[in-house]
């Protein structure tokens, strides 16, 4: 099956009211477009990455209460799980579309990641473009400019994830769900696989010890 894109009507699966219409929509429309990225991006993760990557979606099976306001697909070298690994993301929130890499408060060796980050910062700021985006925490849509990673928001950065357990470090793009991209499959699997080139060397940093 050729992957076509995101619609309108897949980011309005965030607005509908209650938990068990909006997982309803969620699982008609939108997990299985997440099936078909995970299958068509699978070996050019491995090529890259050097190793088999697995393929997780999102299920929101803890979920009893509150509708979950995004989803996912994550690709792991673990076959069994993919949140305590150092990972890939591409997800939908009302509002965007995000592509990226992943090391969330799972994961037991985010200090290892901090100290190679801090090493080896200057290298790896120069390597990213300026429209990328930091995220902290990967339950808000929020992100930091990478432009704006610097001085004490990146010590406060590097610090949480060297201290804190549940910390989290997660960086690609976020796009517009009006950016015409995101309705252009081909044109998004193309983007997709040169954001994941482009952060390939924070998951090296994330598995180094």
Request: with cysteine; glycine share 4%; hydrophobic share 40%.
């Amino acid at each position: 099956m050729t992957f076509t894109g995101f619609t309108a009507e897949d980011f309005d699966v965030f607005t509908i009211d209650g938990l068990e219409p909006r997982m309803e929509a969620l699982i008609e429309r939108v997990r299985p477009k997440l099936h078909e990225l995970g299958s068509a991006l699978s070996p050019a993760l491995t090529t890259l990455c050097g190793e088999e990557m697995f393929t997780h979606v999102a299920k929101h099976a803890r979920r009893t209460v509150h509708a979950p306001n995004d989803t996912w697909v994550a690709w792991a070298n673990n076959k069994k799980g993919y949140k305590a690994h150092p990972h890939f993301q591409v997800g939908l929130w009302s509002t965007h579309l995000f592509v990226q890499f992943a090391l969330i408060y799972e994961s037991p060796n985010k200090s290892i990641f901090a100290a190679n980050l801090e090493q080896q910062w200057d290298e790896v700021a120069s390597s990213l473009p300026p429209h990328y985006v930091w995220s902290l925490d990967h339950m808000k849509p929020e992100g930091i400019p990478h432009t704006e990673l610097q001085g004490e928001t990146l010590e406060q950065l590097l610090l949480k994830l060297k201290t804190i357990k549940k910390s989290e470090a997660l960086c690609g793009i976020h796009l517009n769900r009006h950016d015409p991209i995101v309705q252009d499959g081909p044109r998004l699997l193309a983007e997709i696989e040169r954001v994941f080139e482009t952060v390939m060397p924070l998951y090296r940093l994330a598995q180094q010890n």
